[in-house]
């Protein structure tokens, strides 16, 4: 049997000192208010050694947006430093740009609402690439009408209905779909596990569920409740008293298959 | 002992650089080729990796010229590594682009893997285990991220299968030519495993 994945989220930005530019992680709340946390490359071996199960790597856009070239020699550094499988993504604009990610560690392209709504990036990944190499980013908010697909700088510019933007997705082959509650993003109270649950039964594809995560019973919770097939999660790798062997420990004691050890 | 020459084969499916790191730490020198010509005197072992799609593989590989190159290296009995899509162009046929020919070294078709309950594509973390019917798993976990795969075979040894939805191939043997569903250049101990068997003489396989 497949195990069920544990996945940290690296959102990697440009950082300012001394009048130099660095290449940061950061983690957000509701993908605003951000806070630095260090360096890539040895976060992500210090996320190696705790048994990561994946990792995402996103390139976040705005002002402190790493430039494409630099973010292609930071995931080779990565790469270079672990072996893990990565979906990598953030602003990826056309199929010259996938294949130079897959060419430098990554395994997957996560492309997020711009791709996903303006290009037909989503089906030249899979034709060349295949669908297993397309990691689809949908980010939701609650409304009173039901959960809403957001995009746009901080999320907030409503693109319908997720039912309906999700529907048409599955048909247009993608691999995986990554799935997040932005209201939840950096809060650590739980991820959206009733959402997931319709989400789960709407899709074929494997669901990473993300937003929320804050304890090892969230993670539980997302692998019993709303059988997601893997939990995303930023904050909670950051925050120093989580031991991700303990929280593996309680997950597969509940009878759920996680790996448990690097070995 | 000088560190046994392998040629990558780029041919647009990816993760080369992934590939190069690993084979690097399996004690290998590494170098990538495009096309037979730059394929470096002395090399004993081509890795075909693999993230990509069944029949743009193959076009690459032919308007390369590479499927005659592979093919009189594999009638040579030379090593070869097959990796994910790089095993599966190695068969007849695939579901995933019918119509486009394989290089029919394994004689057998990749069909989509269909699973009910389980999702497609099979992603993440398995075990995989020997045929035969005490089926134990074995120690550690293979990397897998495929749609499609070998159910069955006529040709191959040393076979190692995975579940999921029914057995397909996880690892094989097809004379000197060593396969991999998964991808031993992200799977931790079990890759690392067979990426040291690979770069020793097949003699020693």
């Not at chain 1, 990036?121 to 034709?127: C, G, K, N, R, T």
């Not at chain 1, 990554?178 to 939840?184: G, H, K, S, W, Y």
């Amino acid at each position: 049997m497949v195990m069920r994945r544990i996945i940290p989220v690296m959102l990697v930005e440009h950082h300012e000192m001394r009048g130099q530019l660095f290449p940061v992680v950061v983690t957000t709340r509701a993908f605003t208010d951000v806070t630095r946390i260090g360096d890539p490359a040895s976060t992500a071996r210090v996320l190696a050694s705790q048994l990561a199960d994946e990792l995402i790597v996103i390139r976040r856009g705005g002002d402190g947006s790493i430039p494409f070239l630099e973010f292609v020699e930071l995931l080779k550094r990565i790469a270079a430093e672990t072996s893990m499988p990565m979906s990598v993504g953030g602003g990826v604009r056309n199929i010259e740009e996938a294949h130079a990610l897959l060419r430098s560690g990554a395994d997957k392209i996560v492309l997020g609402p711009t791709a996903l709504q303006e290009t037909h990036l989503v089906e030249e990944v899979a034709e060349r690439f295949g669908r297993q190499c397309v990691v689809a980013a949908i980010d939701f908010r609650g409304s009173p009408d039901g959960p809403l697909a957001v995009g746009g700088e901080g999320r907030t510019a409503a693109l319908g209905p997720l039912g309906k933007v999700l529907s048409g997705l599955d048909r247009r082959g993608i691999g995986e779909l990554f799935l997040t509650d932005v209201d939840r993003d950096g809060s650590g109270r739980g991820f959206n596990v009733d959402v997931a649950k319709q989400v789960r039964d709407a899709i074929s594809v494997p669901l990473i569920l993300a937003g929320g995560c804050g304890r090892a019973d969230h993670i539980l919770d997302a692998f019993q409740r709303a059988d997601a097939d893997a939990v995303a999660a930023g904050t909670y790798f950051a925050s120093r008293d989580q031991n991700q062997f303990q929280a593996r420990a309680l997950i597969a004691n509940a009878g759920v298959l996680v790996r448990t050890s690097l070995v | 002992v000088s560190a046994t020459l392998v040629a990558i084969v780029d041919y647009g499916a990816g993760n080369v650089f992934s590939m190069s790191t690993a084979l690097s730490r399996a004690g290998a020198s590494v170098h990538v080729v495009t096309n037979a010509a730059e394929v470096r005197e002395g090399t004993s072992h081509v890795v075909l990796p693999g993230v990509g799609a069944f029949g743009h593989c193959l076009k690459r590989l032919r308007t390369a010229g590479l499927d005659e190159f592979l093919l009189d290296w594999v009638g040579d009995q030379r090593p070869l590594l097959g990796v994910c899509v790089g095993l599966q162009v190695l068969c007849r046929a695939s579901e995933e682009t019918p119509g486009a020919l394989g290089l029919d070294v394994v004689r057998s078709d990749i069909v989509r893997l269909s699973a009910p309950g389980d999702r497609i594509p099979h992603v993440g973390w398995n075990t995989i285990r020997n045929g035969g019917p005490e089926a134990v798993p074995l120690k550690g976990f293979a990397y897998f991220n495929h749609s499609f795969g070998l159910r069955e075979h006529r040709t191959l040894t040393d076979v190692r299968w995975c579940d999921h939805g029914g057995g397909f191939v996880a690892e094989a043997r097809h004379d000197a030519v060593l396969l991999a569903q998964y991808h031993p250049e992200k799977s931790q101990s079990v890759g690392e495993r067979l990426l040291q068997r690979f770069v020793q003489d097949p003699s020693a396989w």
